[in-house]
């Protein structure tokens, strides 16, 4: 099966990292290219890709290349008002994380609205209870407590819901990080949204 690619056009190094970290985080199935210049960028092939996340300044330059191909192009931007951007996909780079990865995951089902569906678990049907992970080995237990936590919800706060004491909460927090081998609030939202355990828009 062919591979997706997605190239990052950015001079920013650190920018380009953090980027490429959560795609492919989000997209795994994809290959991330990264390119310091729009030059290096043409060098290579540009049309093979399926989608170029873009410095504004790097659109600004080269508007008349990225507004043939802007089913594919998304700007990264320092904020989500900007005018001269209407009608282009953008991306703030300056949200927390998890706001951050939130954006990603709508970008992507917003550009492959079947791919989401063709992924959901059964326990995004909210009659059924969550079924457990075969795949990573969590419990229906510990995936409840996941969803908990990437709605924001703090150890307290998931104990009271679910009705059991801190020290099992922590102990589940413990066991979901050991299993996936995802620290970060943000990779765990991803992970979540990823197997159809909650929907992006619900974060």
């Known amino acids: 099966m062919h591979k997706p690619e997605i190239a ?53 330059e080269h508007t008349s290349f990225f507004l043939e191909r802007k089913v594919k192009a998304i700007v990264l931007t320092g904020s989500d008002n900007m005018p001269q951007l209407s009608g282009v996909l953008t991306l703030n780079i300056f949200q927390d994380q998890k706001s951050l990865a939130k954006s990603i995951l709508q970008l992507h089902q917003h550009g492959h609205p079947g791919m989401h569906h063709a992924m959901m678990h059964p326990a995004t049907h909210h009659s059924m209870p969550p079924q457990a992970d075969t795949e990573h080995g969590l419990s229906a237990r510990e995936i409840e407590v996941l969803i908990l936590i990437t709605k924001g919800l703090i150890n307290k706060e998931i104990a009271d819901k679910l009705n059991i004491s801190l020290t099992t909460v922590i102990s589940h927090r413990k066991n979901i990080t050991e299993k996936l081998g995802i620290k970060s609030v943000s990779g765990l939202t991803i992970y979540a949204v990823m197997h159809g355990y909650i929907e992006a828009g619900s974060i």
């Open 8 to 60: 990052i056009i950015d001079s920013n190094t650190l920018t380009v990292i953090g980027l490429q970290g959560l795609l492919e985080e989000i997209i795994p199935m994809a290959v991330i290219r990264t390119f310091h210049s729009f030059a290096e960028f043409m060098d290579d092939t540009p049309d093979m890709y399926a989608h170029y996340f873009i410095s504004s300044q790097v659109y600004f």
